[in-house]
């Protein structure tokens, strides 16, 4: 089992850019597929994207072009880099691994989850 610890939230104007990383105890994250994903109040969580075990990057619309996500094997971390920040962008961010995939599910079947770190963009 992996235990998944996000950081990198915070406060930041529209605009700006943060650096969100997701830190795995137990396991090797780059045997895993990993995601980020994000949920702010009164809306469905979202995807927002994915690197698999075999480094092939998936990215939702909402994050094409201002998001990128990468890993880190050496840290054992994967991290989402994220620019262009509009105030739409605050919500909780999550990341999520598994060492499957199951593109049916509306979280890709990742079923190890960290508790997040919040995002605040100011307009």
């Known amino acids: 089992q992996v235990q998944l610890v996000e950081s990198g939230g915070g406060l930041v104007q529209a605009g700006g850019s943060l650096t969100l990383s997701c830190a795995a105890a137990g396991r090797t994250l780059s045997s895993y597929a990993t995601g980020w994903f994000r949920h702010s109040p009164g809306k469905e969580r979202e995807f927002v994207a994915l690197?698999?075990?075999?480094?092939?990057?998936y990215y939702a619309d909402l994050a094409k072009g201002r998001f990128t996500i990468s890993r880190d094997s050496a840290r054992n971390t994967v991290s989402l880099q994220m620019n262009s920040l509009k105030s739409e962008d605050t919500a909780l961010y999550y990341c999520?691994?598994?060492?499957?995939?199951?593109?049916?599910?509306?979280?890709?079947?990742?079923?190890?989850w960290g508790k997040g770190t919040q995002v605040t963009v100011s307009s």
């Open positions: 690197i698999t075990w075999s480094d092939r990057i």
């Open positions: 999520a691994a598994d060492t499957n995939l199951d593109w049916t599910r509306d979280d890709y079947g990742l079923d190890y």
